[in-house]
């Protein structure tokens, strides 16, 4: 929340759901919203996955672009001003991501930066997936349009495949935008 609340683009709309955690993260979250009326505070009334939370997120969000960001990701400061940008720069574009730099639990870098193209291509995409879902961003009417599937599979990767499908390319910004969390017991821990 702290690096999307530090981005250099400020004109923003967080929707942050909370899954049916066990701690005290729902009395963390609801004080930060009552700080920020940028960010809206829900609640999953059990947990229910990250397919359903992100199609809940999409569904309520109002703005012409929706970005995804994971709780144990973080943005650079630039992420959201150099996306839009490249919108600027190509007005036909639905769907950009950017290249991923990738932190251990404790927040130590590993020395690897997964790269981002400049254009990716559906072809290209089923060869390897080099969109990490929390640098992506998609045209709202696109993606409204788009249900994640169940959690069983990389339910971000379909989307993204679904996507170039029909629109053919995702553009990159080949820089570290997103700073990725690698943890052990995570449903990505396999990078490692």
């Given at each position: 929340i702290e690096s999307v609340q530090?981005?250099?683009f400020q004109d923003w709309e967080l929707i942050v759901i909370d899954d049916g955690s066990k701690d005290c993260t729902s009395d963390i979250l609801r004080e930060i919203a009552s700080g920020d009326n940028r960010i809206r505070f829900l609640q999953?009334?059990?947990n229910s996955g990250a397919s359903y939370t992100r199609n809940r997120a999409v569904e309520l969000a109002k703005?012409?672009?929706i970005a995804f960001l994971d709780s144990d990701d973080l943005w650079k400061p630039e992420k959201?001003?150099?996306?839009l940008k490249l919108t600027e720069q190509y007005p036909e574009m639905v769907v950009c991501y950017t290249a991923s730099s990738f932190i251990d639990d404790s927040g130590e870098p590993y020395g690897y930066v997964m790269p981002a193209l400049e254009k990716i291509t559906y072809e290209a995409l089923l060869r390897k997936n080099l969109m990490s879902c929390s640098s992506v961003m998609v045209r709202a009417s696109v993606m409204k349009n788009i249900k994640m599937p169940g959690d069983k599979i990389h339910?971000?990767?379909?989307?993204?495949l679904t996507i170039l499908r029909k629109y053919n390319v995702a553009y990159g910004i080949n820089e570290p935008l997103l700073i990725y969390r690698l943890c052990k017991n995570s449903k990505s821990s396999n990078r490692v």
């Open positions: 530090a981005q250099t999953n009334e059990k703005g012409e672009w959201l001003e150099k996306q339910e971000d990767y379909f989307v993204w």
